[in-house]
């Protein structure tokens, strides 16, 4: 297995533009979960999705949305692009949604907003 | 309110010397906690978790529940143990599991 993996590694916006990132869950698990990550700083917790319905939500405004396909592949939509969305954007799959469950994290899309 | 806080951004020992890495947290239920680790151009990974209670490359963590800590100890550093360390807490709130992330320790081990 390939692990988590996420597209595409690098992307290069401005401002107002939106972005589209996806991720491909470990084969049988059904939670994926969205960090950003911004230089110099811990990953934050942005979404949650468990078979395919939003479970939770970090504090992060409107223009952050995503979405949970069939196969449990995700996407993170970010519209109206700002400065400060420039990040790492970390996915991670878990099997189920336990709290001792270890998260699993794939390579990141390094997203630069101009 | 859920918090993780690392208060070393940068941590520098010498080769065979002990390394710790702390770790407070702020947590109203029970907690869960994790020891991430980020090799240079590696994807973040697990190195450890409480609940497991098990030595990962050398490196140990107890929870300290009275203290809120779960502080990250090696007796030996070893150079290939330089690298990005993450404390989180796992929270399980609204069916929603998340990871709450300290800002990391940078550990530098020194020839």
């Known amino acids: 297995d390939a692990g988590v993996t996420q597209s595409p590694t690098h992307l290069i916006k401005t401002r107002g533009q939106h972005v589209t990132l996806r991720c491909s869950p470990i084969s049988g698990h059904k939670s994926v979960s969205w960090y950003q990550q911004v230089l110099g700083q811990g990953p934050q917790f942005i979404f949650q999705y468990y078979e395919k319905e939003e479970r939770g939500r970090g504090n992060f405004p409107d223009r952050f949305s995503a979405r949970q396909f069939p196969n449990y592949s995700s996407e993170l939509n970010v519209n109206a692009l700002l400065l400060g969305d420039s990040a790492l954007y970390l996915c991670a799959s878990t099997p189920r949604l336990e709290a001792t469950d270890t998260q699993y994290f794939g390579p990141g899309t390094r997203l630069t907003v101009l | 309110a859920q918090r993780v806080t690392q208060p070393e951004k940068l941590l520098s020992v010498f080769k065979g010397a002990p390394v710790e890495l702390k770790c407070n947290y702020s947590y109203s239920g029970s907690p869960e906690l994790f020891w991430y680790v980020q090799y240079s151009r590696q994807r973040l990974q697990l190195l450890l978790r409480?609940?497991s209670r098990e030595s990962i490359k050398g490196f140990t963590a107890d929870l300290n529940k009275g203290e809120t800590s779960f502080h990250l100890k090696k007796p030996f550093a070893q150079e290939e143990d330089s690298a990005m360390y993450y404390c989180?807490?796992?929270?399980?709130?609204?069916?929603?599991?998340?990871?709450?992330f300290g800002q990391g320790t940078r550990l530098t081990i020194n020839p």
């Open positions: 409480h609940i």
């Open positions: 989180a807490l796992s929270a399980l709130g609204q069916g929603a599991q998340k990871l709450v």
